[in-house]
């Protein structure tokens, strides 16, 4: 019977102590999130390199950059002083997607016409900025590194991750939507 008591009394004794907090065993997030965005900065340094080294190889164009973080170079470039789209504006277009090779990824005639409502949808970040410095029959050759392209997911089929692309438009039409007074 003593045993039985000095027993239960243990029990209570270590049960009625303060319970100590457990530590998390994975690293703290601010950590993880600092040591991304280090690698982030240094695949970007990549990239850039990369594209830099491609547009200085090639001494048929001259190319520009974006303050949005691509380059572009003028294919076809209409001299007139024409209209280029706007917020809302619907534009008609064909382009294609290569990689920094210059391999086919995606054809013009794979993709197809493609209508796109300029800042209403979802498309390539890139090309959303890009598609607003042309003007209706012009063409430019897009090159745009990966976190304004596809990032680091790809396109799920052929477009991998953390892919630089070189893509190809030609805008074809732009139609005008007169802007409503209550948008």
């Not at 949005?68 to 002083?81: A, C, D, L, P, S």
């Not at 993709?111 to 090309?127: C, H, N, P, R």
Request: charged share 25%; hydrophobic share 35%.
């Amino acid at each position: 019977m003593k045993v039985s008591i000095l027993f239960l009394l243990s029990i209570l004794a270590v049960s009625c102590s303060k319970p100590t907090a457990r530590r998390p065993i994975n690293p703290k997030p601010s950590t993880t999130i600092n040591g991304l965005v280090k690698e982030n900065k240094i695949l970007n340094q990549i990239e850039n390199k990369k594209i830099a080294y491609l547009i200085a190889k090639d001494s048929t164009h001259q190319y520009y950059e974006s303050h949005k973080g691509f380059w572009y170079t003028y294919v076809h470039q209409i001299k007139e002083n024409t209209v280029t789209p706007q917020k809302g504006d619907i534009v008609t277009f064909e382009y294609n997607i290569k990689n920094l090779k210059g391999t086919f990824i995606y054809t013009k005639e794979e993709l197809g016409v493609k209508t796109y409502s300029v800042d209403k949808e979802d498309f390539i970040t890139a090309l959303q900025s890009g598609i607003k410095l042309m003007k209706r029959g012009e063409t430019i050759t897009f090159v745009v590194p990966s976190y304004n392209a596809f990032g680091i997911s790809g396109d799920g089929d052929r477009i991998g991750i953390n892919q630089s692309i070189i893509s190809t438009v030609t805008l074809i039409d732009i139609k005008s939507i007169k802007k409503n007074e209550n948008n």
